[in-house]
């Protein structure tokens, strides 16, 4: 069955401390994305990626990294975690014109 | 690039009533168009999946209505139930660049009072 499995589930993270939100994808998806997502403003893309070693910058990239090292596997990476990074982010995969399936989502904390 | 409006942000109805959201969109390349429903503190379900070829797509309980002259793309739930409430999102994917991308709106809060 086709999933996409994030982790942490939630997190606290003090403020400067640096996060890595996990995605792995187990449905052979060339692309992989991150959205962040905060009341108010729907789901906003961050990175993206379409094919291993290599990433893209979506439309809010400021202060996240990411990393795909595998086919299955996509990592957003916050430096330095500031306040304004609290929020629910959601990865997702896809497979040509099909329709993007999402994790369940990671709920950052930022204190 | 591709933009797209959702209305209403929020929408209230009585059980058994017909309920309406419609995005429009900007850019007329614009190919493949989704619906997604989000229940409270869970991920994105998808309902529909609609081809710019087919103007009306029908799933259960609703319809899905594309007019590619205006450029709007409607949610038509027929007989809400209580059971519907959640907060539902279209997302435009745009043919142009081949990035996969799909862009959202900003969401409907659908709330079905018994």
């Known amino acids: 069955e086709a999933a996409v499995t994030q982790s942490p589930r939630s997190k606290v993270a003090v403020t400067g401390g640096k996060v890595t939100l996990s995605c792995h994808q187990t449905?052979?998806?060339?692309?992989m994305y991150w959205y962040r997502q905060d009341t108010g403003h729907g789901l906003r893309l961050i990175h993206y990626s379409y094919v291993a070693d290599s990433t893209e910058k979506g439309d809010i990239p400021d202060g996240y990294k990411a990393s795909r090292p595998s086919q299955e596997n996509f990592s957003l990476i916050l430096e330095l975690a500031s306040l304004s990074q609290t929020a629910v982010y959601f990865c997702?995969?896809?497979?040509?014109?099909?329709?993007?399936?999402f994790g369940e989502g990671t709920r950052l904390s930022v204190l | 690039g591709e933009q797209v409006e959702q209305r209403p942000p929020h929408l209230s109805v009585r059980e058994g009533d017909s309920a309406v959201i419609t995005c429009t969109y900007t850019d007329p390349n614009s190919y493949y168009f989704f619906w997604y429903k989000q229940e409270p503190g869970a991920s994105l379900q998808l309902l529909m999946k609609v081809f710019s070829s087919t103007e009306i797509n029908e799933g259960q309980g609703f319809t899905v209505l594309l007019n590619k002259k205006d450029k709007r793309l409607s949610l038509n739930l027929t007989a809400a139930h209580p059971g519907d409430s959640a907060a539902y999102f279209c997302?435009?994917?745009?043919?142009?660049?081949?990035?996969?991308?799909?862009?959202f709106g900003l969401g409907t809060t659908l709330q079905v009072q018994p």
């Open positions: 997702a995969s896809r497979g040509g014109f099909q329709a993007p399936l």
């Open positions: 449905n052979n998806h060339d692309y």
């Open positions: 997302a435009v994917s745009p043919i142009t660049g081949n990035t996969g991308k799909l862009i």
